[in-house]
C-alpha cells in the first residue's frame, strides 16, 4: 500500500473519531458506537508499514526501540481509549484525574511521542513524513474537540481550561 493510500487511511480515522464526538453531542448512541471504528482506522497503518519498511537498526538497538514503540503505542491507547472509560463515573461530567489532572489533551502527547518514536524505529524519511501529517491530524481534531465539541459536551468544560493546561500543563505558583 503506497504512503499516499496509507495516509488517507489513517486520516479518514479522525474524521471518523470527529464524527463520534459529533455523535456523543447529539446523543446518537448507536451511531457513536459504529464512529468508534476510527480508533481502530487510525492504528491500521502502522502494522502496514511494519511489513512494508524494515528497521535498519543493528538488533540490539532495534529491539529497545521497538520495546519503546510498543510501551508508548499501549500508554496512549490505554489514556485515549481506555482511562476514561475505565475510572469516571459521572456522565455529563469532564474527567479531571489521572493523566488529565494536568493537560487535556495528554493521549495527543502520548501519539507524539508515540509516532517519533516509530519513526527512529523504521528510520525511513517517507514514514517519518507520514507520521508527522498523522500527528498534525490529531492535532487538529484535538484542537476542534477543545473548542467546538468538548464545551458542548461537558457543562463544566470552561473551568476545566481554566485550571488545565491545553497540551502543556498550566504553571501553578506556590499555595
Known amino acids: 500500500m503506497n504512503l499516499i493510500k496509507l495516509f488517507l487511511l489513517g486520516a479518514s480515522g479522525y474524521l471518523l473519531l470527529g464524527l463520534f464526538d459529533l455523535a456523543q453531542i447529539r ?30 537498526h543493528p538488533p540490539l538497538l532495534g529491539m529497545a526501540l521497538l520495546t519503546m514503540v510498543i510501551a508508548s503505542a499501549l500508554a496512549t491507547i490505554y489514556v485515549a481509549a481506555l482511562e476514561i472509560p475505565l475510572s469516571h463515573t459521572g456522565a455529563g461530567e469532564v474527567y479531571c484525574r489521572g ?51 468538548f464545551p458542548r459536551l461537558f457543562s463544566d468544560y470552561d473551568h476545566y481550561t481554566t485550571t488545565t493546561g491545553f497540551l502543556l500543563p498550566k504553571r501553578r505558583g506556590h499555595r
Open 27 to 56: 446523543k446518537k448512541g448507536l451511531l457513536g458506537r459504529l464512529l468508534s471504528v476510527g480508533f481502530l482506522v487510525t492504528a491500521l497503518p502502522y502494522p502496514l508499514m511494519l511489513i512494508r519498511y524494515k528497521s535498519p
Open 99 to 149: 493523566s488529565y489532572a494536568r493537560v487535556r489533551h495528554p493521549g495527543f502527547l502520548l501519539h507524539l511521542v508515540f509516532n517519533g518514536l516509530f519513526s527512529l524505529y523504521l528510520y525511513d524519511r517517507a514514514v517519518a513524513g507520514l507520521c508527522l501529517l498523522y500527528v498534525a491530524c490529531n492535532l487538529l481534531l484535538v484542537t476542534i474537540e477543545d473548542r467546538v465539541f
